[in-house]
């Protein structure tokens, strides 16, 4: 099975600052590699998917990129909406799945 | 507008069983399969299964092969849960998710529409 692993578990950072995010998968994934924001108390949901495609209506701060196991998520410049909790997703044949185990990105 | 909505909470004690629903709205049912993800407390997703409406065929993790069983009922337009042999390592948030598809390959899908969730407790 493919392990996902994300990097760091946590992070501080401040309103305005950039940040990445990365995922790296125990063998290569090609581009199927997504992610997801879930703030407390809410669903996921979707940011970028194919590793560096943004979701229509996802702010441009946000940007994917990667590809065979070493993935990015980048928030340019933070603002404070952006403080919540961030999962990568490999998807793979028969349409199975595979989460990280998160990055809770707080407030400095 | 989509919409998928779950049943409510449930406490079960260690052996029991639990069936989770999920009603979808706002879309063609049939079109679009439908996947299982469980939330821990320490707040990891794990990939359950997942249902294609259309024909019923499913698929399960490994981690829950023979424990989990996914069903559909096309005219009530609903998915549902169904877990046995409960432990306390089951307590967590049920979430059902649609999946859309980006390319025609199997591998080319995310949630695009998730439930809002159903906590199921598992303690003596």
């Known amino acids: 099975d493919i392990q996902m692993t994300q990097s760091p578990s946590s992070l501080s950072a401040s309103v305005g600052d950039r940040v990445t995010i990365t995922c790296r998968a125990s063998?290569?994934?090609?581009?199927?590699l997504n992610w997801y924001q879930q703030k407390p108390g809410k669903v996921p949901e979707l940011l970028i998917y194919a590793a560096s495609s943004l979701r229509s209506g996802v702010p441009s701060r946000f940007s994917g990129g990667g590809s065979g196991t070493d993935f990015t998520l980048t928030i340019s410049s933070l603002q404070p909406e952006d403080f919540a909790t961030y999962y990568c997703q490999h998807t793979s044949s028969s349409y199975l799945s595979t989460f990280g185990q998160g990055t809770k990105l707080e407030i400095k | 507008q989509v919409q998928l909505v779950q049943s409510g909470a449930e406490v079960k004690k260690p052996g029991a069983s639990v069936k989770v629903s999920c009603k979808a709205s706002g879309y063609f049912f049939s079109s679009y399969d439908v996947h299982w993800v469980r939330q821990d407390p320490g707040q990891r997703l794990e990939w359950m299964g997942w249902?294609?409406?259309?024909?019923?065929?499913?698929k399960y993790s490994e981690k829950f092969q023979g424990r989990v069983t996914i069903t559909r009922d096309t005219s009530a337009r609903t998915v549902y849960m169904d877990m046995t042999s409960l432990t306390s390592e089951d307590t967590g948030v049920y979430y059902c998710?649609?999946?859309?598809?980006?390319?025609?390959?199997?591998?080319?899908?995310?949630?695009?529409?998730w439930g809002q969730g159903s906590l199921v407790t598992v303690s003596s």
């Open positions: 063998q290569s994934i090609n581009n199927y």
């Open positions: 998710a649609r999946i859309d598809r980006y390319c025609s390959s199997t591998s080319c899908f995310f949630f695009d529409y």
């Open positions: 249902i294609n409406t259309g024909n019923g065929d499913t």
